[in-house]
């Protein structure tokens, strides 16, 4: 009991644990002024920038969890798209219509390739729609 009462007055008064020579009853307050200022520097300084860091932590771990999640939606969006987008088969649909062309105008399209920008396109759209659902 006396040595955790000791232990508890050298942490409380940081004067009883001073090295140097205390001058009478002034070098005592002097020391306890001492120890005041440190505990009002924390309670003024330590405990709002502890408070400040944390937030900052705080906001940088909730900006990355949100571009994870941003991440995993467009993945899944973009298996969403793909899969619809094999599933409907547009190529076939295209080169169905283009069989139904007389010759002349089949050869002009596919020489300036307007059934691949129209394929495009269309994807595009496609993926566009899905994404927009995201």
């Given at each position: 009991?006396?040595?955790?009462?000791?232990?508890?007055?050298?942490?409380?008064?940081?004067?009883?644990?001073?090295?140097?020579?205390?001058?009478?009853?002034?070098?005592?307050?002097?020391?306890?002024?001492?120890?005041?200022?440190?505990?009002?520097?924390?309670?003024?300084?330590?405990?709002?920038?502890?408070?400040?860091?944390?937030?900052?932590?705080?906001?940088?771990?909730?900006?990355?969890?949100?571009?994870?999640?941003?991440?995993?939606?467009?993945?899944?969006?973009?298996?969403?798209?793909?899969?619809?987008l094999n599933m409907i088969n547009i190529s076939e649909a295209i080169?169905?219509?283009?069989?139904?062309?007389?010759?002349?105008?089949?050869?002009?399209?596919?020489?300036?390739?307007?059934?691949?920008?129209?394929?495009?396109?269309?994807?595009?759209?496609?993926?566009?729609?899905?994404?927009?659902?995201?």
């Open positions: 009991m006396k040595i955790s009462l000791f232990l508890l007055m050298l942490v409380l008064f940081p004067s009883f644990a001073h090295a140097g020579i205390i001058d009478g009853i002034s070098g005592f307050f002097s020391a306890l002024l001492g120890y005041v200022e440190s505990f009002w520097e924390f309670l003024t300084v330590g405990i709002p920038t502890i408070i400040g860091d944390f937030f900052v932590w705080l906001s940088s771990y909730l900006l990355y969890l949100k571009f994870t999640f941003l991440l995993s939606g467009l993945e899944f969006a973009h298996s969403v798209a793909t899969t619809f080169n169905v219509a283009i069989n139904s062309l007389p010759q002349d105008f089949k050869q002009i399209a596919i020489d300036i390739r307007f059934f691949d920008a129209l394929t495009l396109v269309i994807e595009a759209w496609i993926t566009k729609m899905v994404y927009s659902g995201f």
